[in-house]
């Protein structure tokens, strides 16, 4: 009979101490950034160092770099608050890249067509809100109305909204379009900056940060606090206890991707009113994906989110300055992201369980 | 088995265990619940590996990392819940997942089978599809799967729970037959009726602790029961009699089908009076869950009503055609305690507090959530039902079967029912926690709760219950008082639809 041993096993742990967790998780950035500099030293040669200073320079080199970073950080971070209640919910929306795009599509075609009508800048900014909140609710409501009544599958109806939205701002930016022929729309009421957002101490981006950082304790409190909060929790947990509780499942599916729909819309006015001034079909770029991952990395905390979303803006932004000032391209400085986020996220598993080494007993 | 071990985390499961089988004998592991029987069992067949200790069969060394090492030590499982493919049939389940050389072939399998049945007597046809068979038919398929693989070593993990008496007799049977040619079984079972009656020794767990064995024939159900619990406990349920017993809730003429259209309650009529206990007995998949869903409106209703006498204003309501929602807000207070727990009861990631809050948490006015409510409620019932748990946020997941109901009724009861519905209450649960949750509801029919108690095994039904509500397919195949009838009339009714004998 043949004896085979088993060289280890994995065990699940107990609940590890919070410092515990996170001296896990330092160790993990600290291999990984190990890890990032035998690769660079293989592959380019360059000394890894230098590699590092060249990252942390493109983060926060200089004043535009740091509040190019920071507003970043509050559009993807929003991005990722606007997911989570969905995902808390189970329900498995890959689609804030179009729900973000049809706020965007919507704010700008109010800021084109009422441009030269409205001249009151916080009117504009009003209607610009209310009609990015709906079109990117709407956007929302569609799938889950599909999926509470019909049981249709929300990741592929939410991924083809996606494509949706991009297609009708592609159409919407020929017909627009200035030049004509450029295939871009340029900048939006430029003269008049009606429906621009305001700069606070002539910072561009201030009110954008500030407005996230509102939106990340708000919704931390909805979905701690509040009722709708714990109905969303339960139905994520199981949807028969939810019924035997007496909530209304279908009812919350809907009210929830609203809301997340909403919330996107509403990212999409910022991103359009805020930060571009113009409509492109990249202007989400692909953060709507990204965001999912933030919101699963932080385990659906917004608090954790901030550090999650700085990290991943960090490192996008770092590695696009490696990129420029070594000549590399721009495949190396993903390389690098990549293994970065895998010792991040692969880092989890050792907090959740631990390797048990066979004990070397005399051979059977 | 020497020395065995094994750690969930910072629980020990099992905690250096001996344990030895013979050739030839049908061995009871006898334990309360969590005691560690399933998760020693689970190491013999491939499922855990142990963290300590070395199994050793003929007196070799073996290493069981998988269940294929287990088939390929002769250790075959048939397991509390089977793990057949509805849509393939008798035959094809057994010989799924054999690696043999070449093509499938069907018809000398199926020979194979019928020669393996023959010989130890089951009724089995090789040619019939799992959904189509009976709870029994089912488990026949995995006791025949387990031998064609050539185990002489098999488990089984309360193989009774599902069975009726009729039923269980007949696997005696077959188990005696599989003993006479050689092979050796392992029973886990909570009743010790059935330990006495089919084992030749008992092995003893406690607490993942090996407390010791004993022969059958040396043992009867007290100095079990003491070994068991490690001190004495009274067999007998406390069952005072009903007081001033009024209707609280008539159902009539109550038809319900399911999803596919097939009629799952037919015709229900009966009455649950105040102050006392009505046990519901029937074969699994009677109608019980469906009945009791009806009532509390989470299973759509074809015809009739249930009528609620609401004690507190003397009005009648009927529930038919109302959900959840409405019946709370009607203010009709049921409780229901569902079979399936963590699936539909609770929250299974969330702690006591946030378990409590699902019955409370419309309450108070305003969008946010009441949290000091719901504490003081998962405090009490920590304290009063001795949870075991570190805190009341702590996850009911992670705790053991017994704990996670005791969350479940104490919520239930906490609500001050006028009703209050359990199904399968003790399922899984070990002697002591029974008898908890047997007090609780006894109590509450003295506070004047109509109890309906679904329940499986026939003891506790004629012990706990005042009156008997025998379901057949759907149907009432008789009610009886369980003071004066026996377990052979509630088996025999419990096979019977509407006068005839059901031929399954």
């Not at chain 1, 293994?339 to 051979?363: D, H, M, P, R, V």
């Amino acid at each position: 009979m043949k004896n085979k041993r088993t060289l280890f096993h994995i065990v699940k742990r107990e609940a590890l101490p919070w410092y515990q967790a996170w001296m896990i998780r330092g160790a993990a950035i600290l291999l990984a950034l190990v890890m990032c500099s035998l690769v660079t030293v293989m592959v380019t040669g360059l000394n890894p160092l230098d590699l590092y200073k060249t990252m942390f320079y493109g983060a926060f080199g200089t004043e535009r770099k740091t509040w190019v970073l920071f507003q970043k950080l509050a559009i993807l971070l929003g991005i990722s608050l606007a997911v989570t209640p969905a995902f808390k919910m189970r329900f498995w929306n890959i689609g804030a890249e179009g729900q973000v795009m049809a706020g965007a599509l919507a704010c700008a075609t109010v800021m084109i067509t009422l441009g030269n009508t409205i001249t009151s800048n916080w009117l504009m900014l009003l209607i610009m809100l209310v009609v990015s909140v709906a079109a990117g609710a709407l956007w929302g409501f569609l799938p889950a109305f599909f999926k509470a009544h019909w049981n249709t599958n929300e990741t592929l109806f939410t991924l083809m909204m996606n494509y949706i939205a991009i297609q009708l701002a592609a159409y919407f930016i020929i017909i627009w379009e200035v030049p004509k022929g450029s295939g871009k729309i340029g900048m939006i009421n430029q003269n008049t900056h009606i429906g621009w957002l305001p700069y606070i101490g002539g910072k561009q981006y201030a009110i954008i940060i500030i407005l996230i950082a509102i939106l990340t304790v708000l919704l931390h409190i909805y979905l701690k606090y509040s009722k709708q909060g714990y109905e969303i929790a339960v139905v994520g947990e199981s949807e028969r206890t939810a019924r035997y509780a007496g909530i209304k499942v279908e009812w919350v599916i809907i009210r929830t991707m609203v809301l997340s729909g909403a919330l996107c819309g509403f990212i999409g006015m910022l991103l359009a009113g805020g930060t571009d001034h113009t409509l492109s079909t990249d202007l989400v770029g692909g953060r709507g994906f990204t965001a999912v991952m933030v919101s699963w990395l932080a385990k659906f905390n917004p608090i954790v989110m901030i550090l999650t979303s700085f990290l991943l803006v960090f490192l996008q932004l770092g590695a696009k300055e490696v990129a420029t000032s070594f000549y590399l391209n721009e495949s190396f400085s993903e390389i690098l992201t990549g293994i970065i986020l895998f010792f991040i996220i692969g880092c989890e598993f050792f907090i959740t369980y631990k390797i048990q080494f066979a004990k070397s007993s005399k051979e059977a | 088995m020497e020395g065995i071990t094994k750690r969930f985390g910072s629980v020990v499961a099992n905690n250096a265990i001996n344990l030895e089988l013979h050739e030839g004998e049908i061995l009871s592991l006898l334990g309360e619940n969590g005691s560690g029987k399933t998760t020693l069992m689970n190491m013999l067949s491939g499922i855990y590996y142990p963290d300590e200790g070395q199994i050793y069969i003929h007196d070799k060394p073996v290493t069981i990392a998988s269940p294929k090492d287990a088939f390929d030590n002769g250790i075959g499982m048939i397991h509390q819940h089977f793990k057949l493919v509805d849509v393939f049939t008798a035959t094809e389940n057994i010989i799924l997942g054999l690696d043999e050389d070449g093509k499938m072939n069907l018809k000398e399998a199926g020979k194979r089978i019928k020669e393996i049945s023959q010989k130890y007597g089951f009724e089995i046809d090789p040619d019939q599809k799992v959904y189509n068979m009976s709870v029994s038919q089912k488990q026949t398929v995995e006791i025949v799967k387990v031998l064609y693989r050539g185990a002489d070593i098999l488990i089984l993990d309360e193989p009774t729970a599902v069975l009726t008496p009729q039923e269980t007799d007949r696997l005696f049977a077959v188990m005696r037959n599989m003993q006479k040619d050689g092979k050796s079984l392992i029973i886990i079972t909570h009743k010790l009726h059935e330990v006495l009656e089919v084992s030749d020794r008992v092995a003893i767990l406690r607490k993942g602790e090996y407390i010791g064995d004993v022969l059958t024939k040396d043992a009867d159900q007290q100095s079990l029961t003491d070994m068991m619990v490690g001190r004495a406990v009274s067999l007998n349920i406390d069952r005072p009699m009903p007081v001033d017993p009024k209707p609280r809730l008539e159902v009539k003429g109550l038809t319900v089908y399911d999803e596919l259209g097939v009629k799952r309650l037919n015709n229900i009529n009966f009455t649950a009076y105040s102050g006392e206990v009505l046990g519901i007995a029937g074969v699994a998949g009677s109608g019980q869950r469906e009945l009791l869903e009806a009532i509390s409106g989470l299973y759509p209703i074809a015809q009739g009503s249930i009528i609620y006498h609401n004690p507190k204003t003397e009005k009648t309501e009927d529930l038919a055609g109302k959900d959840p929602l409405e019946i709370q807000k009607a203010g009709i207070s049921m409780a229901f305690v569902p079979e399936d727990r963590l699936g539909m009861g609770l929250v299974g990631s969330m702690g006591m507090t946030g378990n409590m809050m699902l019955r409370s948490w419309r309450k108070n006015k305003g969008p946010f959530l009441d949290k000091k409510e719901p504490e003081r409620v998962a405090n009490e019932v920590w304290k009063e039902l001795e949870v075991v748990t570190p805190s009341i946020d702590f996850p009911v997941r992670r705790m053991s079967g017994g704990n996670v109901q005791k969350v479940l009724v104490g919520r239930e009861i906490a609500q001050d029912p006028a009703v209050l519905m359990t199904a399968y209450a003790v399922r899984g649960l070990d002697i002591n926690t029974s008898y908890t949750i047997y007090n609780l509801l006894t109590a509450e029919k003295m506070k004047g709760v109509a109890v309906i108690y679904v329940g499986e095994d026939l003891d506790v039904l004629l012990e706990l219950c005042d009156r008997l509500l025998v379901l057949c397919g759907g149907q009432v195949s008789g009610v009886v008082d369980a003071r004066t009838t026996d377990k052979r009339q509630v088996g025999v009714l419990m096979t019977r639809v509407g006068g005839k004998t059901n031929e399954k």
